[in-house]
């Protein structure tokens, strides 16, 4: 089993950056990937990007490749969603979730989840 608590969501004006944390807890997460999602409301939990817990390489969906950055603090069990040139659309709860197995674009796919932050842009 593994434990995720995501946190550091709130509200920025466009423009803006945030960093979202995601610290793992339960069991070592070798040979995992970490995921980050985002719901809007009334919307699908949507990709945003996940890492390989043992070799650092992300993948991102185009939406946010170039002003998102995923990486990890393996010391401290700790996954971080850095967000850049934050604008409306980028508005929704941010998930964070693990998968022992490559990584997948679907949510139904992942098997660990945190229990969401809310990211607020406002303009």
């Known amino acids: 089993q593994v434990q995720l608590v995501d946190s550091g969501g709130g509200l920025v004006q466009v423009g803006g950056s945030l960093r979202l944390s995601c610290l793992a807890s339960?069991?070592?997460?070798?040979?995992?990937?970490i995921g980050w999602f985002r719901q809007q409301p009334g919307g699908a939990r949507i990709f945003v990007g996940a890492?390989?817990?043992?070799?650092?390489?992300?993948y991102y969906s185009t939406s946010v490749k170039g002003r998102f950055t995923i990486f990890t603090d393996n010391t401290k069990n700790t996954t971080y969603l850095q967000m850049n040139s934050l604008n409306t659309e980028d508005t929704a709860i941010y998930y964070c979730?693990?998968?022992?197995?490559?990584?997948?674009?679907?949510?139904?796919?992942?098997?660990?989840w945190g229990q969401g932050t809310q990211v607020t842009v406002s303009s």
């Open positions: 890492i390989n817990w043992n070799a650092g390489r992300t």
């Open positions: 979730a693990a998968r022992d197995a490559y990584y997948s674009q679907l949510a139904s796919n992942w098997d660990y």
């Open positions: 339960g069991r070592t997460l070798d040979n995992y990937f």
